[in-house]
């Protein structure tokens, strides 16, 4: 049974960072597997943040968040995190964590079957 469980959110002022982790376990060959940050604000369609594939050497991100935030794994720990720095009002949403076998565009919510139930992180001015 695929479990994701993300850590991390909270409440920070602009310009502040937060560092959210992801720890999957049930990923059978994990290191193969997609896995991606989306967010999804009120009244908002989710959306997708960044993502890491190909064992770790690739990576996507929303324009949005370009040089602001970076993605890692630990395949080791079957843990992923999302580094936000520079961190914007415009941020504040629930953040989840997935995961798929295979995805033909990564930042794609739809292209996700497994999900984590998210953390809030609002960023305030």
């Known amino acids: 049974q695929v479990q994701l469980v993300e850590s991390g959110g909270g409440s920070v002022q602009a310009g502040g960072s937060l560092r959210l982790s992801c720890s999957a376990s049930?990923?059978?060959?994990?290191?193969?597997?997609?896995m991606g940050w989306f967010r999804q604000a009120p009244g908002k369609s989710r959306e997708g943040v960044a993502a890491i594939y190909g064992g770790g050497t690739s990576t996507d991100y929303v324009d949005s968040v370009k040089g602001r935030f970076t993605i890692s794994r630990d395949n080791a720990k079957n843990i992923l995190y999302l580094q936000m720095n520079s961190l914007k009002p415009e941020d504040t949403a629930m953040y989840y964590c997935?995961?798929?076998?295979?995805?033909?565009?990564?930042?794609?919510?739809?292209?996700?079957?497994?999900w984590g139930q998210g953390t809030q992180v609002t960023v305030s001015s």
């Open positions: 997935a995961a798929t076998g295979y995805s033909s565009s990564p930042l794609r919510p739809y292209t996700y079957n497994y």
């Open positions: 049930g990923l059978t060959y994990s290191t193969y597997y997609y």
